[in-house]
């Protein structure tokens, strides 16, 4: 949520910003910004409501002799989408400028006290107090370091910035509190920015600040410390993918582009885990807790959007073969209704980024309350990752994508290599561990057969595209992946969609199925294949329109529906990552149809780093 570039060094700085902004652009896409400090040490601003291309339209490249500065992409939080609500932010003598990402919670208060002594306010935002601050403090300081310690020692709330300043020319200032910022250490120039992914073209050498650490920077030199004036240590560390996977590499859109990759990224999460012959898993991870584990009378997860909808297939999952009980929680809800949670209880926090605020603050609580926090997380040395004491890594590679898609799927590999090592700790028999990891193994070639049939998708795709409303239905291992379904037609396409278990249907939203209201229902063959086509039947006889996502060979269910999509069949735990495949793609082709921004649909952000 909103995307933070900075640089330093020898090279004009315009075009590695907006570059960069444009690598971010999938954090938050409804604003865009920079400042400059240029050769005669004057400090230049250009910003504008809109996308990072029409930023880049704005200025004159050739015109700005510039080797630092500060950008940003923004997903308002306070204030509007305009111009005037764009970051950078001035302080109120226009030498300073910041760019923000967080909420400061007490900005109300500051700006009151401000405005008693003379300061003046652009915009409705909350970055703003932060900056006029700044420049307050630093009219008695004559010291731009302590002026920012100084301001975010006053400040409640998130922040990730980046300052520079016409007084100290040569020099940009950052420092987080649970929004990340990464320092990227080159060769006499650095680059900051909030996500690792504005940074890899330049260098793989990194540091992620901790929170309430700054760094300050200039062109030869970096050292940190807390915002409270002590000296830290951070550590370099290297980023661990390549280029060419935060790139499209030919498709149109990143979300399909994640799509097709779901073979290599579902198969990147069981690599070297799975112990086929023993019917066993490895996960170095979760080592030091092993006794712990193995004790756990009570297993919490908490999440946010697609990775809650994960974790509730982890629930069945993990009752099914580890027989300890499971409770799914959002993590918006968990921290602000004081849940139960006893001594040998584990929660798990699911995350692609890492960095979602409601997820970071759910394991706050939990660890405040005495548990032990575990994450399952996409983004290496991200925040989550770093907040829990041990965890797995999904491995599934950059998802740029705003709609969530390859980690999804490697959740539920995830979550399945964790629910047989939790089984075989208990009561789960080599047989049936090795039946299971066979399984697991046949998955990447079943869904490389489901992507072939895309053409039939996208055919069903356009059939439906003008539909106002969208049901979808599944049981059991399905009923999840029904409100995945229903959740990526959102997110992407804009259409209204609600996902229910089956048999739910009857108790309400029988009533809106007509002629025009297609049902997607999962029916796979399973033990309660029957009970689903009796649902079936139930849509029918209203005259609902029928799309099934079925097992090959079903010709019964061809019979009795408009539409179907085959998938292979697997074990009943491993269908959610089978049948998710075609709704992922029906969404898709239906957003396309619709000629939706799909990488970037409106008011969502890929990573929402405020509660
Ligand atoms: C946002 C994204 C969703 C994502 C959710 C949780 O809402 O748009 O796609 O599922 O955050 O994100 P996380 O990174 O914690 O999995």
């Known amino acids: ?113 401000l405005i008693e002594k003379g300061y003046t306010f652009e915009s409705q935002t909350d970055t703003e107090v932060l900056a006029v601050l700044i420049g307050a403090i630093y009219e008695q300081t004559k010291d731009l370091e302590s002026a920012v310690r100084n301001a975010l020692i006053q400040v409640e709330g998130t922040f990730g910035i980046a300052v520079v300043s016409s007084y100290e020319p040569d020099k940009i200032i950052t420092a987080r509190r649970g929004s990340p910022m990464v320092l990227g250490i080159g060769e006499n120039e650095f680059i900051l920015a909030s996500d690792a992914s504005a940074i890899i073209q330049h260098t793989r050498q990194v540091i992620y600040l901790d929170d309430n650490e700054m760094a300050i920077i200039t062109k030869n030199h ?76 009570k297993i919490i997860i908490t999440a946010c959007g697609t990775s809650w909808n994960a974790a509730l297939v982890a629930e069945y999952l993990i009752e099914n073969l580890a027989r300890i009980p499971v409770e799914v929680e959002y993590a918006s809800e968990f921290r602000y209704r004081n849940p139960v949670i006893n001594q040998n209880d584990i929660v798990f926090a699911i995350s692609q980024s890492g960095e979602t605020a409601d997820t970071l603050a759910a394991i706050k609580e939990a660890k405040q309350k005495g548990a032990l926090c575990c994450g399952i997380v996409n983004a290496v040395g991200s925040s989550i990752a770093r907040e829990t004491e041990a965890g797995i890594y999904i491995h599934a590679g950059p998802e740029i994508g705003v709609a969530s898609t390859k980690a999804f799927t490697s959740q539920l590999c ?136 079925a097992n090959y060979g079903d010709t019964e269910l061809a019979e009795l529906t408009d539409d179907i999509i085959y998938i292979p069949k697997t074990l009943p735990m491993l269908t959610p990552v089978l049948s998710v495949i075609p709704l992922q793609l029906l969404a898709y082709y239906t957003a396309l149809e619709l000629g939706r921004d799909v990488d970037r649909p409106r008011n969502l952000a890929k990573s929402v780093t405020v509660e």
């Open 1 to 113: 949520m909103c995307g933070i570039v900075a640089y330093i060094g020898n090279k004009k700085s315009s075009h590695i910003l907006i570059n960069g902004l444009q690598r971010l652009e999938y954090r938050g896409y409804d604003s865009a910004g920079l400042a400059f400090i240029s050769e005669d040490s004057k400090l230049q601003v250009f910003k504008n409501q809109g996308k990072v291309k029409d930023l880049d339209r704005l200025i004159d490249h050739k015109k700005i002799n510039s080797h630092i500065g500060i950008a940003h992409t923004r997903w308002a939080t306070h204030g509007v989408p305009n111009n005037t609500n764009a970051h950078p932010h001035y302080d109120n003598s226009k030498n300073i400028a910041l760019v923000h990402n967080g909420i400061i919670e007490n900005y109300t208060v500051l700006r009151t006290k």
């Open 222 to 297: 970096y050292f940190t410390k807390t915002i409270y004036n002590v000296d830290t240590n951070s550590e370099i560390q290297e980023i661990l993918y390549n280029l060419d996977q935060i790139e499209k590499g030919g498709f149109d859109y990143f979300m399909l582009k994640e799509i097709h990759e779901q073979p290599i990224s579902f198969e990147n999460t069981f690599r070297g885990r799975l112990l086929v012959d023993e019917g066993n898993v490895k996960l170095g991870g979760l080592r030091n807790i092993e006794d712990k584990l193995r004790n756990a009378e």
């Open 414 to 549: 995830a979550f399945t290599l964790l629910s047989l090592y939790l089984g075989r700790m208990r009561n789960l028999s080599s047989t049936e561990g090795m039946n299971i990891a066979k399984a697991i193994t046949q998955i990447p070639s079943q869904i490389e057969e489901i992507l072939q049939n895309s053409e039939q998708i996208k055919k069903i795709a356009v059939k439906y595209s003008k539909s106002k409303n969208y049901i979808y239905l599944g049981r059991g291992y399905n009923y999840p992946v029904a409100l995945e379904g229903a959740l990526k037609l959102k997110e992407i396409s804009y259409i209204h969609a609600e996902g229910y278990p089956s048999a739910e249907m009857k108790h309400g939203p029988i009533a809106l199925i007509d002629e025009n209201m297609p049902v997607v229902f999962i029916a796979t063959r399973d033990e309660i294949y029957d009970k689903v086509k009796s649902n079936i039947q139930e849509v029918l006889a209203r005259k609902g329109k029928i799309i099934a996502i």
